[in-house]
């Protein structure tokens, strides 16, 4: 099982960007698809998630109205398209995966996930 992620990079305050995550090697038609961000000396923190079928989703407070967690099932990619992006948004990114019964978890703690990508640097410039 392998998540990829990719597409962060350097983007001024205001602007826009998009990170995705490919997943191979597994099924994904009943995998909850999750987004999380982490900064230096902080704790890896949730931003978003999304039941794959089905395509519930569900946002942090910081960025509800920001940001937009969607997927593309042909693709078994998740994306996190981030709008009106913010300096404070600035951290690594890392898409999470797992099997588990969307109904029978918060899905926004690491450990509910199984399966991890490497994380994609944003950096937001003021």
């Known amino acids: 099982v392998q998540l990829q992620a990719c597409g962060g990079g350097l983007v001024q305050a205001g602007g826009s960007l998009r990170v995705s995550c490919t997943a191979s090697?597994?099924?994904?038609?009943?995998?909850?698809m999750g987004w999380f961000r982490q900064v230096p000396g902080k704790e890896r923190e949730f931003v978003a998630h999304?039941?794959?079928?089905?395509?519930?989703?569900y946002y942090v407070d910081s960025v509800k109205g920001r940001f937009t967690i969607s997927r593309d099932n042909a693709k078994n990619t998740v994306y996190l398209q981030m709008k009106s992006l913010k300096p404070e948004d600035t951290a690594v990114y890392y898409c999470?995966?797992?099997?588990?019964?969307?109904?029978?978890?918060?899905?926004?703690?690491?450990?509910?996930?199984?399966?991890w990508g490497q994380g994609t640097q944003v950096t937001v410039s003021s």
């Open positions: 999470a995966g797992d099997r588990g019964s969307y109904d029978l978890g918060s899905w926004v703690q690491t450990y509910e996930y199984a399966y």
């Open positions: 999304i039941r794959w079928s089905g395509g519930r989703t």
């Open positions: 090697g597994i099924t994904v038609s009943d995998l909850v």
